[in-house]
DNA sequence: TTAATCACCTGAGGGC
DNA sequence: TGCCCTCAGGTGATTA
């Protein structure tokens, strides 16, 4: 399940096949992802060429000549540069097809992944425009975290994962980044301490830099683009782990459902 | 403005 | 073996 890592992955593994490399064909199998793929793609981008891939949030940016392709892999999507000979797959929906033989193809099993189409600047699209700062940059920090989370009454957890204030923390690394940090999953975002804050913040920093150097997480679906699996649910310490001991003190690990998703943590580590 | 809930979708896994 | 049910999860839309 795509997290940032995942797509930072994904972008790191498919722009040196694509970047400067001109389209062929686009092929629409399926069109029915989160929102419809756009009609006419092909006409729009066929022999044009691939200037950058970049990534915002886990929305993968591909700027062509005619204008920008916003991926987002949902929950269960993966990207992976194939020969265009390749058997197509059941959940392989979209694919852009390149000059020299290979080609770009999206599966997406669950659907819940998007491919959008801009002409414009894809950071002024509505999806983008009001997302919070990139969790491994400058701009967020322990004073920011602080300074959003006052009066807010949700809990640290839910607040975290809210793009708004930071983008690409999904539920696995909102568990470990707690766990890291000490701090129980429950709080009220309101009632962090700046040294909390402070903790918070770098231990999401350290999750998410850790995952991108390990090629990201495995659970179920993802696979990174050359069709291997992330390694880093291997030094996962609370997520689905529930029931086996934590690591620093032997107590069990507690899994409660917050805002709908689970949530894995120490009772005793985390307070 | 904030918080909570719903909806989308399919595969995996458990129970019978 | 097959059927049914539940769960998982990212995020925009809707409701309170």
Redesign the pocket.
């Given at each position: 399940?795509?997290?940032l890592p995942e797509v930072e992955t994904t972008c790191r593994g498919i722009a040196p096949h694509i970047e400067n490399n001109t389209i062929t064909k686009i092929i629409v199998r399926n069109r029915?992802l989160?929102w419809p793929i756009p009609i006419g793609l092909n006409s729009k981008l066929k022999n044009k060429k691939i200037f950058s891939v970049t990534r915002r949030?886990?929305y993968l940016l591909i700027e062509a000549e005619a204008g920008t392709l916003i991926i987002?892999l949902?929950?269960?999507g993966s990207l992976r540069i194939l020969p265009t000979a390749e058997v197509v797959e059941?959940?392989d929906h979209f694919e852009i097809q390149f000059k020299d033989g290979i080609c770009l193809r999206l599966r997406d099993?669950?659907?819940?992944g998007s491919v959008l189409f801009v002409k414009a600047d894809p950071l002024n699209h509505?999806?983008l425009i009001n997302l919070g700062p990139e969790p491994l940059s400058d701009e967020f920090n322990a004073a920011l975290l602080f300074e959003k989370s006052r009066k807010?009454?949700?809990?640290i957890k839910?607040?975290i994962?809210d793009?708004k204030i930071v983008v690409g923390v999904?539920?696995?690394y909102a568990s470990e980044a707690l766990f890291l940090s000490k701090i129980h999953p429950k709080r009220l975002?309101?009632k962090l301490t700046k040294e909390q804050s402070k903790s918070l913040s770098k231990a999401i920093k350290n999750i998410l830099k850790q995952a991108i150097k390990q090629g990201g997480t495995t659970l179920?679906d993802f696979t990174s683009s050359d069709g291997k699996p992330g390694y880093f649910s291997q030094k996962l310490k609370v997520?689905?782990r529930a029931g086996e001991p934590c690591l620093n003190c032997d107590k069990p690990i507690k899994?409660i459902?917050l805002?709908?998703?689970?949530t894995f943590y120490c009772t005793h580590c985390q307070t």
């Open positions: 399940m795509p997290e029915n989160r949030a886990k987002h949902g929950m269960s059941k959940h099993p669950r659907r819940f509505k999806l807010r009454k949700t809990t839910q607040f994962m793009a999904g539920n696995i975002a309101g179920k997520y689905n899994q459902t805002g709908q998703r689970s």
